[in-house]
């Protein structure tokens, strides 16, 4: 192991009315993949802002290469070879890819367009990175290339301190793999690396400790090696979980909604039956249609063909109000984009799909609103001193318990559920693990996409698995595996 | 304790256009105490009428996200195919008004289906509608002033009840009406919903084309019957008439706190913006100040309100580090 580069002592920063950060102290060495591990608000973020000078500590120091700071600003923290690559993505999407790794490199004169070029190849070429043009522009890239991307634009600045927060959440497994090696290739050149993410499983597979953090506390460091993913959670959370996953099936064997030949731009013949009580798990490479797919069925986008057979009877659904007044719910994909209305407070979200129902003699009722929202904030458990709060000032997970709620106000029997718990930590996940368990118990029946292999295999009773817009196989509960899911995503 | 006070702070800072409002007269009325004369204050609340209910509509239209840019042209078209109606067709007043309400619902209309045919920002949409309608306007009077309108029509824009004019009366109307359809409505909800994140409106199964389209229908009609108030009371109609209520209403709906972007402000706020703006002008002519001047001072108040925003947020900033450093 390598020596510490980097020591955050006793660091505390409070924001009015919360203590964000707790007298933390952690070291960092060199050429270790150093896991950041917590719930959502544990005060992960808070702390990379305080390296990385974006947030102003208010005790405590840092000593990076034995210099010792009260605390940084962007500019010693950059020259100390500090880069942060954040979730949501710095990239110009109207410049080329050599332009973006260069941007905010200090240069003279004028910009040598093949320079760069030439430069951002050799970046590729020493980490293997393929099929990335430097000349093209970062709009036409895939999610997982612009990753790739970011990452080049930290090495390119001779990074020796990189912090990746959620580097994973955009990739698919084999683009996984790949940001594995080129982890592997940075800690061979004795960077330190800080790595944040939600996934377990990726904390075993590429770092050497890991240390958790709990409500702005640092808890404890283990190395890898020797903990597990039950220490690793309880630790996290500060109690045991009990495992939520569901052992026994409640489906019927009513079908209840059987979509059959579906067409859209991204969809071919896709056909597939839901039966009531049943939770049906989706699973599928990113781009593999399982998204277009729903939005399909739940009138979202326009389907170019197919017929929907609701409880025996052929229905047609041709708008999302189609869909909700038939019984069918859709919880989006990206919350902030297409669930939330972020500007709005919490009750006003909640009530916004079944509003006309929130009326007093034809005029919309505060006090019905309150009411509804209330029960849901119970129900669900969404964490906010006041309902009259912004949900763009709830946490990650809250949020998306804010559009659960606004979906399940409309009391639909069927669920699609895309990718719910993404980017959500472990706390609000089981309870939502739960929720999906008690919503099948009433007799209702969900559809799950999801790509997390863990999720898919422990809540579905059946799963259906996608490729390049088409269904390529079913799987029963008992024959559920990864590899099993795998072969038929990859359509091999 | 600390409740409180961000109470207090909202508070002033969501109201603190009213606030704006009455120093401005404050410092007009020590200027020339004239203004303060009630004459003179119900004579802005008059000239401004017109204003206040065009900028009604343009507020409705910037909380569903979207921008107009063609309403001073539109109310240019609507005043001069009531004024061929009036004054060389010779229709009946009630005619010539639904003719005028139609013309605009319809331009309204037009803007919001080519908007949605498209799929394009109605910023877009009615940068080019705004070019259409001024030719329009201009072929259609074959740039002729109209006069001689009938009495019953001039009655709207210069009649009185007791003390208060027709066009006051009408203005609070409007303003009371939109004010309630926005808030305590379904469709004023809606309306919000789109404005505010159009995706997750669709997703939530609200017609989001239907409610743009018909956002701009009403609006046209809201153009229509501000441009009836105008020409009536001017008691003439020509095609540059009204076309700069097109920037004053945007810069009215901004100082009075509705979103550019869509999803926030009020209508109360746009009624705030426009009398603002309306104290303005006549302080500033009462100070003896020329046209010219005055538009310096109109944008550099513009300025100041949006950046007064900025700098608060920043001030609240610093004094939560000064305490948070001081604990």
């Known amino acids: 192991m390598g020596e510490v580069i980097l020591q955050m002592k006793n660091i505390t920063k409070r924001y009015p009315g919360v203590l964000a950060l707790n007298d933390v102290s952690i070291n960092f060495r060199k050429g270790e993949v150093h896991a950041l591990l917590g719930e959502n608000g544990a005060g992960k973020s808070t702390l990379i802002k305080v390296l990385s000078g974006a947030v102003t500590n208010d005790e405590g120091e840092i000593v990076i290469d034995g210099e010792t700071y009260n605390h940084m600003t962007p500019a010693t923290s950059r020259k100390h070879g500090v880069e942060v690559i954040y979730q949501e993505y710095n990239l110009i999407p109207s410049l080329s890819v050599a332009e973006n790794v260069y941007l905010g490199k200090q240069m003279h004169g004028l910009i040598d367009k093949r320079t760069m070029e030439k430069e951002t190849q050799a970046i590729f070429d020493r980490f293997n990175i393929e099929n990335i043009n430097p000349k093209k522009l970062i709009r036409d890239l895939s999610p997982a290339q612009q990753q790739l991307v970011e990452i080049t634009k930290a090495i390119s600045k001779n990074a020796r301190i990189l912090v990746m927060d959620e580097p994973t959440a955009q990739l698919t497994q084999s683009e996984v793999e790949k940001l594995y090696e080129i982890i592997a290739a940075m800690k061979a050149q004795d960077v330190a690396i800080i790595y944040i993410s939600h996934r377990l499983e990726e904390l075993f597979a590429v770092t050497d400790c890991v240390s958790i953090m709990r409500d702005g506390c640092y808890v404890d460091t283990v190395e890898t090696k020797e903990t597990n993913r039950d220490q690793l959670i309880a630790l996290m959370v500060g109690r045991e979980l009990t495992n939520t996953y569901r052992t026994e099936s409640l489906a019927t064997d009513e079908v209840v909604l059987e979509a059959m030949h579906y067409e859209g731009f991204r969809n071919e013949d896709c056909s597939f039956k839901l039966y009531k009580g049943e939770i049906l798990g989706v699973a599928g490479l990113v781009g593999a249609g399982r998204t277009e797919l729903m939005r399909l069925v739940y009138g979202a986008d326009k389907k170019l063909g197919g017929e929907l057979i609701l409880n025996g009877q052929k229905i047609s659904i041709n708008s999302p109000k189609d869909a909700l007044e038939k019984g069918i719910g859709l919880i989006p994909e990206d919350r902030k984009v297409q669930g939330c209305f972020l500007n709005n407070t919490i009750e006003w979200n909640i009530a916004i799909s079944d509003i006309k129902n929130q009326t007093q003699g034809g005029l919309v009722s505060e006090a019905k609103i309150q009411k509804l929202a209330q029960e849901f904030k119970d129900k669900l458990n969404i964490k906010t001193p006041s309902l009259k709060q912004k949900v763009r000032n709830l946490s990650g997970g809250n949020q998306q318990k804010v559009v659960l709620a606004k979906v399940l106000a409309r009391k639909t029997d069927i669920i699609i559920f895309d990718e719910p718990t993404r980017g959500i930590d472990v706390g609000a996940r089981y309870e939502i693990y739960t929720l999906m368990s008690e919503l099948v118990e009433q007799g209702k029946s969900i559809i799950m996409i999801s790509s997390d292999m863990e999720e898919l295999i422990g809540m579905s009773d059946r799963v259906i698995v996608m490729s390049e817009g088409r269904i390529t196989g079913e799987l029963k509960r008992e024959e559920f595996s990864q590899e099993a899911i795998l072969s038929l995503a990859s359509n091999e | ?327």
């Open chain 2, 1 to 327: 304790m600390e409740n409180n006070s961000n109470k207090v702070a909202a508070f002033f800072k969501n109201e603190m256009m009213i606030f704006v409002l009455i120093a401005l007269c404050v410092v007009f009325g020590i200027i020339n105490p004239v203004f303060l004369d009630p004459k003179n204050l119900l004579n802005i609340c008059t000239q401004n009428a017109y204003f206040i209910i065009a900028t009604t509509g343009i507020a409705m239209i910037m909380i569903s996200g979207g921008t107009d840019l063609s309403v001073g042209n539109m109310m240019s078209v609507v005043g001069i195919v009531m004024a061929l109606s009036l004054t060389v067709a010779y229709l009946p007043t009630p005619v010539a008004i639904l003719i005028g309400v139609i013309v605009g619902v319809g331009l309204g209309m037009f803007n919001g289906f080519i908007a949605n045919l498209f799929n394009i920002h109605p910023m877009i949409v009615t940068l080019a509608t705004m070019t259409m309608f001024s030719g329009l306007s201009y072929t259609l009077s074959n740039s002729q002033s109209f006069f001689d309108f009938p009495e019953d029509f001039i009655g709207i824009g210069q009649g009185y009840v007791g003390p208060i004019s027709i066009p006051i009366i009408l203005f609070i109307i409007v303003v009371v009406i939109f004010s309630f359809i926005m808030s305590k409505t379904v469709f004023g909800r809606f309306i919000y919903a789109v404005g505010g994140n159009p995706e997750a409106a669709h997703l939530a199964g609200i017609k989001v084309k239907k409610i743009k389209l018909m956002v701009f229908a009403i609006a046209g009609g809201l153009f229509a019957l501000a441009d009836i108030v105008l020409i009536s009371r001017a008691g003439s109609a020509k095609s540059d008439m009204g076309v700069s209520t097109t920037f004053d209403g945007i810069t009215a709906c901004v100082l009075g706190g509705v979103s550019f972007i869509g999803g926030e402000g009020k209508i109360r706020g746009a009624l705030v913006g426009c009398l603002i703006l309306g104290v303005l002008s006549n302080g500033m002519q009462l100070a003896g100040m020329g046209v010219y001047a005055q538009n310096i001072v109109k944008g550099a108040i513009l300025i100041a309100s949006i950046g007064m925003d900025t700098i608060q947020r920043n001030a609240k900033l610093k004094v939560k580090k000064t305490k948070a450093a001081a604990a």
